[in-house]
Structures are given as structure tokens and as C-alpha cells.
């Protein structure tokens, strides 16, 4: 089974600061993946990636950065969090076009 | 742009009773269409996958069956079982790299 490994599985923020969430995968998989899931509105695409040194805006990148260094590694970095940014997140990895997602167990993450 | 519909956003069924999530979609390319389930405190994973048109496609007793004609990808099972709770996501890829997920759909099956 693929692995999809995220850190830290939850977080307290404060409004304005800065918030780092790491992902790792050992799947070998080319694309990587950061969703986030509020309720009512499902899992929508923040960044996603599909080589190392290389990120691609998703349908609601603003107020996000994204970063891959290597193929294994993926972050999603909140520069000024934000209450509105309270979700959960998901990082996924997936060997290709068309293929499933395999998602890691989710950060929690609560800005105050 | 791509979408997807799920228009049930809670499914409450009695345990034994068959169940029906609805799923329609929008793209002007080539469709592949996925179900993921989200149990609670959970990763979503992958239920289903198809992108070939008027089959069939069954896994650990839920089945889905895409209709081009119809942009749907309705999920069925014929008796829901109380491990079936979960959060239900129909998603969407077009030959793309991204997956367009739906709402979702809960589902509570009671005893």
C-alpha cells in the first residue's frame, strides 16, 4: 500500500502567523497534491505538482504557497494565516494521468 | 470549467435497504469518474474508478455504472451494511493532473 505521510497531524495557529504543512510520500509517484476539506464544500485543489522543483496553481491557491524540493517531499506554506483558513488538510501523491489518489490521514488545522 | 454534482448532502437509510448516491458531471473532454469513501477521522480512499462507457464497475459490493449520454455516475448497493457510514466524494479527471471532487454526500445507516 502506498504510504502518504503528513505533519504535523494538527495545529493551533495564530492569525498572522506563519504556518508550514509538510507532507512525504514513498511511492515513487510523480504528482503530489494539496487539498483542503471544509464542510459543504467537499475537497478542493490548493496546489498540486508533477515534478520535483516545479508547482502548479489549483482552483483556490490564494493565500497559499507551495513548495517541492524532491519528489518525496511536498509543503504547503500559509505565509499570514487566517481564520478562514481553518480546515483540514489533505496531501495525496498519484503515479499519473487518470490514476487514484492516495491520501495521507490529514492535518487539522485551527487558526485563532 | 470542470464540475461535479452530488445533490444529496445527507443519505439516512435503515441497514438492509439498497441505497442510491447520485453523481452528475460536466467536462468537454474525455471523462474518467471516481468514487472515494471517507470514513470518519479517515483519509478518503478510492471506491470505484471508470471511464468507459455503459459498463458496470463493482468493488467490496457498491457498483457504479458511467453513462456518457447522461453525464451521471450514480453509486448503488443493493443492502447497506452500518459500516457503510461514511462521507461519499464522486470526482472527476479529464486528462489532466487534477482531480474536481464533488460535495459529498453522507451516509448514516441506523441499525
Known amino acids: 500500500e502506498a504510504a502518504v505521510t503528513q505533519s504535523p497531524r494538527s495545529k493551533v495557529a495564530v492569525t498572522g502567523g506563519k504556518v508550514t504543512l509538510s507532507c512525504h510520500q514513498t511511492n515513487n509517484h510523480d504528482y503530489m497534491y494539496w487539498y483542503r476539506q471544509d464542510t459543504g464544500h467537499g475537497l478542493r485543489l490548493i496546489h498540486y505538482?508533477?515534478?520535483?522543483?516545479?508547482?502548479e496553481k489549483g482552483d483556490i491557491p490564494d493565500g497559499y504557497k507551495a513548495s517541492r524540493p524532491s519528489q518525496e517531499n511536498f509543503s504547503l506554506i500559509l505565509e499570514l494565516a487566517s481564520l478562514s483558513q481553518t480546515a483540514v488538510y489533505f496531501c495525496?501523491?498519484?503515479?499519473?494521468?487518470?490514476?487514484?489518489?492516495?491520501f495521507g490521514h490529514g492535518t487539522k488545522l485551527s487558526v485563532l | 470549467g470542470d464540475s461535479v454534482t452530488q445533490t444529496e448532502g445527507l443519505v439516512t437509510l435503515t441497514k438492509g435497504l439498497p441505497v442510491m448516491l447520485n453523481c452528475t458531471y460536466q467536462t468537454t473532454y474525455s471523462p474518467f469518474l471516481f468514487w472515494y469513501v471517507q470514513h470518519l477521522n479517515e483519509a478518503p480512499k478510492l471506491l470505484l474508478k471508470?471511464?468507459?462507457?455503459?459498463k458496470r464497475t463493482e468493488h467490496q459490493g457498491f457498483y457504479a455504472t458511467l453513462h456518457k449520454s447522461s453525464s451521471s455516475f450514480h453509486l448503488q448497493k443493493s443492502s447497506v451494511q452500518l459500516s457503510d457510514s461514511a462521507l461519499y466524494f464522486c470526482?472527476?479527471?479529464?486528462?489532466?493532473?487534477?482531480?474536481?471532487f464533488g460535495t459529498g454526500t453522507s451516509l448514516l445507516v441506523d441499525p
Open positions: 470526482a472527476l479527471s479529464n486528462m489532466g493532473y487534477k482531480l474536481t
Open positions: 505538482s508533477y515534478v520535483a522543483d516545479s508547482t
Open positions: 471508470s471511464s468507459t462507457d455503459n
Open positions: 495525496a501523491s498519484s503515479p499519473g494521468h487518470n490514476e487514484r489518489l492516495f
